[in-house]
């Protein structure tokens, strides 16, 4: 009888390695620590077999079938499309829960997915919706679905600027995700229909915990209590493990090179899976990195040749990264830095102690990976969420340095560079204290997750109630 079997709990993640990650974890835990079984449920084809391959073994995988869109118009916009395909693969999400051959416990469709919630309810079982970033971007979501309530359907307004945060946090205009920058884009339209699906959801699971923003927790708590929206919580970090994957990708050259540099001296530089510099940017780094004098680990990604190419000759068929740093440059810091192309086991990389600063792109999952490793941060943000992700870090949460790009070209001169790493580094005043809060941080964030942290009890209390909702159904 299905009785035995364990409550089965049905994740679901839109399409991106950064949204399937810390729901991958998510359902880790729900089994681990909690007895469930558990299904994380993909698109085909949309998600890659490197991040499926970092799923854990206890969790299973399924992805929907392939469903056509060949019929959207050229030119659709990715979140139209995105949108549809989540659409029309309900139907073969439908069959899929009816057919986990034990009580289902709930849905947790991730913040891209909520089109599946009505799903939720139609089979009697909670809808529960992942945020893989933080609470400040489900702010902005609630405030942009507040903003329009009363106003008639297909009219769009923007956001006010600055809007305000809790926790005293300001957000100008262009510190917002781009998509809610201009309320004519269709992507603002298709966040509101999402943003109105999320009060019909029985809660929210987030990845952050309770000391990265406490304000907006508070907030959040008031606002349930209000029965103005649903209950939030904060049940993070999810921070992937560093798998031995990371080995086959020829990992071991930083690891092994870390090896060999005395404690807290490296300077670590990402811009995460996306990011990329133009050529003049590239140049200005490498220029800051040689000035600051420091020992760097610099993962550098192919330029964005929007700006154009410098002229110089490369082999297109090989993209070398490496061949478009300034002349010289290895062969100068030969001794003080490695230089990689394209990637490097991130999450050994910060957890190393040799590792002392990360000049980071601001992405909420290389975010926490640093937070968890208790590394203070250089906050270059490039786009997406990024740039909020910064403000909150560099104000409310004090674990960044600021980084001021030119007003003529928006460049980040190698001073500015060069300045913040060594005032993170060297610094008795201000580095000192972002320093002293990226450790106190790292303590909360270890706590958030023993026996008596608040992530893990939050994620108790959930799976509590879907527990007793599954109970009820047996019986
Ligand atoms: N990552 C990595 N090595 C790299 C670059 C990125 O392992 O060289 C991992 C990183 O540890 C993180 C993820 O890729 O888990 C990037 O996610 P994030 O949300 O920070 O940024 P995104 O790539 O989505 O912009």
Not at 202 to 222: C, I, M, Q, R, S
């Amino acid at each position: 009888s299905t009785e035995r079997l364990p409550p089965h709990v049905v994740l679901l993640a839109s399409p991106g390695a950064g949204h399937l990650i810390p729901l991958a974890e998510l359902a880790r835990r729900l089994v681990d620590h909690q007895g469930f079984a558990a299904t994380l449920v993909t698109f085909t084809d949309l998600s890659s077999p490197e991040a499926l391959s970092g799923v854990p073994a206890c969790v299973a995988t399924a992805a929907l079938p392939p469903v056509p869109l060949d019929d959207l118009p050229a030119g659709t916009s990715m979140s139209t499309v995105l949108l549809e395909l989540i659409r029309r693969s309900l139907p073969s999400l439908r069959a899929l829960l009816r057919s986990v051959g034990a009580p289902l416990a709930a849905l947790v469709p991730d913040f891209f997915c909520s089109a599946a919630l009505p799903l939720a309810a139609e089979l009697g079982v909670p809808g529960y919706v992942f945020m893989p970033s933080n609470l400040t971007a489900l702010v902005v979501m609630r405030a942009a679905v507040e903003l329009h309530d009363g106003v008639p359907p297909g009219e769009y307004r923007d956001l006010p600027d600055p809007l305000e945060l809790p926790g005293g946090v300001s957000l100008c205009h262009a510190d917002l995700p781009p998509s809610f920058q201009s309320s004519g884009e269709p992507v603002y339209a298709h966040l509101l229909e999402e943003g109105r699906r999320y009060r019909r959801a029985d809660g929210f699971l987030v990845n952050t915990f309770y000391e990265v923003e406490p304000a907006t927790v508070e907030e959040f708590k008031l606002a349930a209590k209000r029965g103005a929206f649903p209950p939030v919580f904060p049940v993070g970090p999810f921070v992937r493990p560093g798998t031995s994957s990371d080995e086959a990708a020829g990992a071991s050259a930083c690891l092994d090179w870390l090896d060999l540099q005395p404690t807290g001296s490296v300077v670590y530089v990402s811009f995460g899976s996306g990011g990329s510099l133009t050529v003049e940017q590239t140049a200005e780094l490498a220029a800051g990195l040689e000035a600051s004098g420091h020992r760097f680990l610099w993962v550098v990604r192919m330029p964005n040749l929007d700006g154009g190419n410098d002229g110089r000759d490369r082999d297109d068929d090989n993209p070398n990264p490496l061949a478009w740093l300034p002349d010289g440059f290895l062969e100068r810091t030969a001794d003080k830095g490695l230089a990689v192309a394209a990637w490097a086991p991130q999450v050994r990389v910060l957890s190393h102690p040799a590792t002392a600063v990360f000049v980071s792109h601001c992405g909420w999952n290389s975010t926490l990976e640093s937070v968890s490793a208790g590394v203070p941060m250089v906050a270059w943000p490039l786009y997406a969420e990024q740039r909020m992700n910064a403000v909150a870090l560099v104000g409310s949460v004090g674990v960044a340095l600021p980084l001021r790009p030119r007003e003529a070209d928006g460049v980040v001169a190698r001073d500015e560079i060069a300045g913040a790493v060594k005032e993170l580094m060297e610094s008795a005043e201000k580095g000192r204290a972002v320093r002293r809060q990226a450790g106190d941080l790292q303590q909360a964030a270890a706590r958030a997750w023993s026996p008596e942290g608040s992530s893990r009890r939050a994620l108790e209390e959930v799976a509590a109630t879907w527990k007793k909702a599954t109970l009820g159904k047996v019986k």
